[in-house]
């Protein structure tokens, strides 16, 4: 494992405060307030952690209620709903300085067989080694990034990104919004399978809701947008492994009242192994 793929596993993993407690820490990725993929994979954790029985989450759906303060500890809160005989119910609240800034809500099933079948297909995309990673292309970009968030940006990451088509985010152009990338943690991980899903959920937090800017010109580096994760949604349907490429279809179907809906398909070797959604806030401050 590489120390910075270990590093975030141990950020994600949490310290045990009490029973159903936990506290995290926070690591800045260049937004304004706590990146929400963090708060949305320690929630996951806190969430296993309250398990006697090991089962695998299927689904899980979030609201981020307030922006987190990077430089502050998060209480997490785990609310044991229910054991059932087939399926475990878990809801957790994220807290700082008293107040909730995020919950979840989190549901887990015994490993059983059942019918399957899988209607879509991976898009056809370039290989991930054949694409530059968007490390190396913020590298190219560092002399024109915002001085602001120059540091935060050029730092390598615990996620390798590769994009398809990579859009110029200093000065966007207007384009359908529908974009591909490959991703996978930067550096071997174990077999455990709560880590692999915190992993993919810290993962695809990145670059949705930017599917919603895509048609109007706009970017994350631009000081006049504002823009925020206002819930998410994932489903896990197939095991996989968080540190084997998987590609990211994601598209934003509509957006209107500040709003931008966005979707994405997670895919590894052909197989259909998450979906995400998720809206978000997009506005230009005046």
Known sequence: MSNLVEELVKLLNLETIEVNLFRGE???VGGRSVFGGQVLAQALMAAYHTQAEKRQCHSLHAYFLRPGDINIPIVYEVDRIRDG???TTRRVVAIQNGEAIFNLSASFQVIERGFEHQAATPPDVPAPESL???YDIRQRLAQQLPERLRPVLTQRRPIDIRPIDPINFLKPEPRAPRKQVWFRADGPLGDDLATHQALLTYASDFGLLGTGMMPHGLSF???TVQAASLDHTMWF??????DEWL?????????MNARAFTRGQIYQNGKLVASVCQEGLMRVRK
Do not use: I
């Open 237 to 242: 349907h197939h095991p996989f492994r968080a």
């Open 247 to 255: 590609l990211y279809d994601m598209e934003s179907p509509a957006a």
């Open 221 to 223: 580096a631009d000081p």
């Open 132 to 134: 530059e990673s968007e």
């Open 26 to 28: 926070s690591r800045d």
């Open 85 to 87: 005989g087939s399926f």
